[in-house]
């Protein structure tokens, strides 16, 4: 096996995106401060009362204020860091909406946004100008246990998909799965939310949200904005805001470059590790789920771990270069489940999609729209009600 050259994450979002909006930019932008600090920060925003605060440019946030947009709705995105710099930016991209692991909860939500990717994804692309190419339609799942009515894949079925897979300690079964390359959508979403009127601000951390008789006051560093509603979007900061037992679940991926003509069409995935062909000979590898806080760092025994895993179950890779290598911090509930609630008068929360926030985007989006402007979502929520942690001590 060729020496695995561990390339620390180049920031490819960073150097694309030089000239960052700041406070200067955002005041010039057309906000006047009513009141003044000492030091001449603005204390009150005067203009631009959204109708909606949200805390988090994430793929949930952003695509809830898309969805809150398109009736009329004038939203305002928050993020403390770059919009789509986090777990949404992190993830590998697969819409395992069939993936029999998931749990039963879940069906209905994944259902709903498998059927809204394409309009979303369509949308998203109109808007920005920017391609987010499906990369791949199918997934060879392997399994220690067949799992009820699932037709296994014969050996040469699994070879005829995955070329040289290590078919010996798997029940192979074959899922029609898309994926896409989640940098894609993090360059896109962001142009598309501001193409559609959507105020981003980015490195603008939310402080605190108080409630008052007319709606919210979110306070952030640089001043306060008066919003009708607010909504939780902040992943795995989320309990900064709602006393949630939300915790970071740290993932390290990897990207490795196979040279040569030996190519693979489909993810490759087991409980140990996943293959996922981005094309031109790219492949992105993942995952590990570590409680490890909110330290980022990306470790080389880690990198290495994985990519040992991932040549075990396809050979073909041990001639290949590792990369890119980053870690995300996916936010998980205590349960796994996401958080989708109506909190208190005014403020609204959608956090905790652990391993599945790129599948459930869409319909997350689509039911907090619907639940914030009509009160009736299409789909019945109790399983994510927050009331299921009641007897959850949280410390915030
Ligand atoms: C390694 C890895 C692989 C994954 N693979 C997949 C996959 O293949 N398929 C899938 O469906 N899912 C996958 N996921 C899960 C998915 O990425 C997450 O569930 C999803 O991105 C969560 O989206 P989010 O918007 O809630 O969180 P994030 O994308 O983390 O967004 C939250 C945002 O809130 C901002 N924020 C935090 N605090 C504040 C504050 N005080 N004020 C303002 N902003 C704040 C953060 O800066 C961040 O941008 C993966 C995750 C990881 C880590």
């Excluded at 009160?375 to 927050?386: G, K, M, V, W």
Aim: proline residues 8%.
């Amino acid at each position: 096996m060729r020496a695995a050259q561990v390339a620390v994450r180049r920031d490819r979002h960073a150097q694309r995106h030089q000239s960052h909006r700041n406070s200067i930019q955002w005041n010039a932008a057309g906000t006047i401060p009513l009141q003044s600090h000492a030091d001449g920060r603005p204390t009150i925003e005067a203009m631009g009362f959204p109708d909606t605060a949200i805390a988090g440019g994430g793929l949930i946030g952003l695509a809830t204020a898309l969805e809150l947009v398109a009736p009329g709705y004038k939203v305002t995105v928050f993020d403390r860091n770059e919009a789509m710099s986090e777990a949404s930016r992190a993830a590998a991209g697969m819409l395992a909406g069939n993936d029999p692991d998931n749990p039963p909860e879940l069906r209905k939500l994944a259902q709903l946004s498998l059927r809204l990717y394409p309009a979303f994804l369509a949308r998203v692309e109109e808007l920005s100008g920017i391609k987010i190419p499906i990369r791949t339609t199918q997934t060879v799942q392997g399994s220690r246990r067949l799992p009820a009515g699932v037709q296994a894949l014969s050996d040469s079925e699994v070879r005829a998909l995955a070329p040289q897979a290590a078919i010996a300690d798997w029940h192979f079964f074959l899922l029609e799965e898309q994926s896409f390359d989640a940098w894609d959508l993090a360059e896109a979403l962001p142009a598309a939310a501001r193409a559609a009127g959507i105020e981003v601000r980015e490195h603008t951390p939310v402080q605190t949200v108080r409630t008052v008789p007319q709606g919210v006051d979110v306070h952030t560093a640089t001043g306060v904005v008066s919003a009708g509603t607010f909504i939780n979007c902040a992943g795995a900061w989320s309990s900064e805001f709602d006393p949630l037992p939300v915790a970071p679940r740290k993932g390290h991926m990897l990207t490795a470059m196979l040279p040569g003509p030996c190519q693979m069409h489909c993810v490759l995935r087991t409980p140990r590790v996943y293959i996922v062909p981005r094309g031109g000979g790219r492949y992105t590898v993942g995952p590990t789920v570590e409680d490890a806080g909110f330290d980022k760092q990306v470790l080389k025994e880690h990198i290495q771990e994985l990519f040992h895993r991932a040549v075990e179950l396809w050979a073909p890779l041990r001639d290949a270069r590792i990369e890119e290598s980053w870690t995300g911090l996916r936010p998980g509930s205590e349960d796994g489940l996401p958080i989708l609630d109506h909190t208190e008068p005014n403020r609204w929360v959608a956090t905790g999609h652990y391993k599945n926030g790129i599948l459930l985007g869409p319909g997350t989006a689509r039911v907090m729209s619907q639940w914030i402007q009509e009160n009736q979502p299409e789909l019945d929520l109790s399983p994510f009600r927050a009331a299921r942690f009641a007897n959850t001590p949280v410390s915030f």
